[in-house]
């Protein structure tokens, strides 16, 4: 167990919705990175928050949005959703802020989007 | 596009034999990590090797690197059916992309 926990473990919306997905880090780990994985394709980095300020993003567009809140949780949000968007989030915190620290992953919420 | 690339995409073997998954990368890095991810779950850390480091061990696990070539290999030892899972090899991108997954390795170890 990482100590990283994610809500819904599930989640099935319309195309042009919009989702909030949930995660809580592990105590003490000030920065929070979220990732969409695709069937079959490794996890692609959505964009990263450090002490609730977001500090790299990665090809998205902006109705994929964040936040990161000093109780050590954060959100996803994506606004109109489309088919494309049906994926695992995964959401990894690690302690400090330097890219490429050993990050601790949760369950993940797996969209499905029709 | 992605900075790490698997191979092989797929891979079966026997209990007790050794697993070998290689990782190429195309930019510069300062270090690659090694996860493993069980049916469609989250990912769990393995191993993680500085760029002027050039082998490391953990338990069944060796890595080892060559910035030279920008590869790296991921080499599990007596395999067990519970290694059954995909591998990632992951490299800090340039600032603002972060960490930059392959597409994976599925290993399947049969009993």
């Known amino acids: 167990e990482t100590g990283v926990t994610q809500s819904p473990t599930h989640l099935i919306k319309t195309r042009g919705q919009q989702v909030t997905l949930r995660c809580s880090s592990q105590?003490?780990?000030?920065?929070v990175s979220w990732y969409q994985q695709a069937l079959g394709q490794g996890p692609q980095f959505i964009f990263q928050?450090?002490?609730?300020?977001?500090?790299g993003r990665g090809n998205f567009p902006p109705r994929f949005s964040g936040l990161q809140f000093p109780n050590y949780s954060s959100e996803l949000n994506v606004n109109a959703l489309e088919l494309d968007d049906s994926a695992l989030y995964l959401c990894?915190?690690?302690?400090?802020?330097?890219?490429?620290?050993?990050?601790?992953f949760g369950p993940g919420t797996r969209l499905l989007v029709l | 596009s992605q900075q790490g690339e698997e191979d092989p995409q797929a891979l079966s073997i026997q209990e007790g034999e050794n697993a070998t998954m290689n990782c190429s990368y195309k930019?510069?890095?300062?270090?690659l990590q090694w996860y493993r991810q069980n049916s469609g779950r989250g990912l769990v850390h393995l191993i993680l090797?500085?760029?002027?480091?050039r082998e490391k061990h953990s338990g069944r696990l060796r890595v080892t690197l060559d910035t030279s070539k920008k590869s790296s290999s991921l080499l599990i030892t007596a395999s067990r059916a519970a290694d059954t899972a995909s591998y990632f090899c992951?490299?800090?991108?340039?600032?603002?992309?972060?960490?930059?997954f392959g597409p994976g390795t599925r290993l399947s170890v049969l009993p």
């Open positions: 990894a915190s690690s302690p400090g802020e330097l890219v490429g620290e050993t990050q601790y």
């Open positions: 105590s003490g780990h000030n920065t």
């Open positions: 928050y450090y002490r609730e300020e977001e500090n």
């Open positions: 930019t510069s890095i300062n270090n």
């Open positions: 090797i500085r760029s002027n480091e």
């Open positions: 992951a490299t800090d991108g340039d600032y603002g992309q972060n960490f930059v």
